[in-house]
């Protein structure tokens, strides 16, 4: 905005006039004693047409540049769409921005509230399903796992210089999803503690390598 007097013509005054409640130093903001979003606020506030005329109006004749003509644009095509995730660099530069972050006590205990106990999403209600498919206490598995090792020579099968710790069997396609393999030694393979993946997205990732570990044994 330049710098000097700016005056308004009696159409912007009239328009302003016309704006929902402008915040005036020292009021009261219209928020206050209310905590986190208030749902469907903006829902039912939609500006009269007398108003949407007016703005239109007064925008009318003002130059765009290029440039802002492209963001409003850009801003435009999300409206009412999913957006898509997150791409890693956008969520590094999340990171990136919270480090540093004071947060006081008094906030992180509530953060902590937010979401622990029966309101974290990992949340189980009966935990007698827990013990049902719970593979140590099953003495089909411990078969299983056996006959995996003797197949594999009791080594692992990705066997490099990284290979570190006690062999374990590995289920190739999931436990928990497939359980119609669960039992079946072609679904298993024998891997050092080092090399057994455990993270979800990592398990799903070696599928098709271990696959291939595997096709090459004769059984
Ligand atoms: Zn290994």
């Known amino acids: 905005m330049p710098k000097g ?43 009269t047409e007398e108003t949407k005329r007016k703005i239109s109006n007064a925008n009318k004749g003002k130059k765009r540049t290029e440039e802002t003509k492209k963001k409003i644009k850009e801003s ?12 890693d660099e956008h969520r590094q530069k999340m990171s990136e921005a ?22 974290n999403w990992r949340w189980i209600k009966d935990r007698t399903k827990l013990k049902k498919d719970n593979r140590r206490n099953d003495p089909a598995y411990h078969v299983w796992r056996k006959m995996v090792w003797e197949r594999d020579g009791f080594k692992c099968k990705i066997n490099n210089s990284d290979c570190k710790g006690r062999i ?30 455990r993270k979800r997205v990592e398990v799903e990732k070696a599928i098709p390598r271990f696959k291939k570990l595997i096709t090459k044994i004769k059984t």
């Open 168 to 197: 374990e069997a590995h289920h190739i396609l999931s436990w928990r999803n497939y359980k119609e393999l669960r039992y079946k030694v072609n679904n298993g393979i024998t891997l050092c503690h080092y090399h057994h993946p």
């Open 98 to 119: 919270q480090k540093g972050r004071i947060i006081s006590p008094e906030t992180r205990k509530k953060m902590s509230e937010a979401t622990s106990g029966e309101k």
């Open 5 to 47: 007097v700016y005056e308004r013509t009696e159409y912007h005054q009239e328009i302003l006039r016309n704006l929902p409640q402008r915040f005036k130093k020292g009021s009261i903001p219209w928020h206050k004693g209310t905590k986190g979003l208030i749902k469907g606020y903006w829902k039912d506030k939609s500006m």
């Open 76 to 87: 435009n095509y999300w409206r009412g769409k999913k957006r898509p995730p997150f791409t």
